[in-house]
């Protein structure tokens, strides 16, 4: 069974860092691209990273570039986003999801994905 966890959510101060893990099991996570999103309240789910199955190479949207890191530990099986310079307009649930083709990074939103995890909640807030 292909399940992936999220975790690593919790609430942080304007400034502030987190890193959200996303472990996988059922299936060899390497092998994947896989994504991490968000949805704030009323808002359109947002791809915020993805790092490809191909080369490992890593994409990020606009709102999250120079503060967001996506990276791999393979003998974890578990992917990571390391959130630096937080902001309020970050508060969301943060989804991470895994797709097989290497060609899903370049896509809008990061189309594709076949698995899902159910969220972890970030909240930024003084």
């Known amino acids: 069974q292909v399940l992936l966890v999220e975790s690593g959510g919790d609430l942080v101060q304007p400034g502030g860092s987190l890193r959200l893990s996303c472990a996988a099991s059922g299936f060899t996570l390497d092998y994947y691209t896989i994504g991490w999103f968000r949805q704030a309240p009323g808002q359109e789910r947002e791809g915020v990273s993805c790092i490809s199955s191909s080369d490992g190479s890593t994409y990020y949207a606009d709102s999250v570039k120079g503060r967001f890191t996506i990276s791999r530990d393979n003998a974890k099986n578990t992917v990571y986003l390391q959130m630096n310079s937080l902001k309020p307009e970050d508060t969301a649930v943060y989804y991470c999801?895994?797709?097989?083709?290497?060609?899903?990074?370049?896509?809008?939103?990061?189309?594709?994905?076949?698995?899902w995890g159910k969220g972890t909640l970030v909240t930024v807030s003084s």
């Open positions: 999801a895994s797709g097989y083709s290497d060609v899903i990074c370049l896509r809008e939103n990061y189309y594709g994905m076949d698995y």
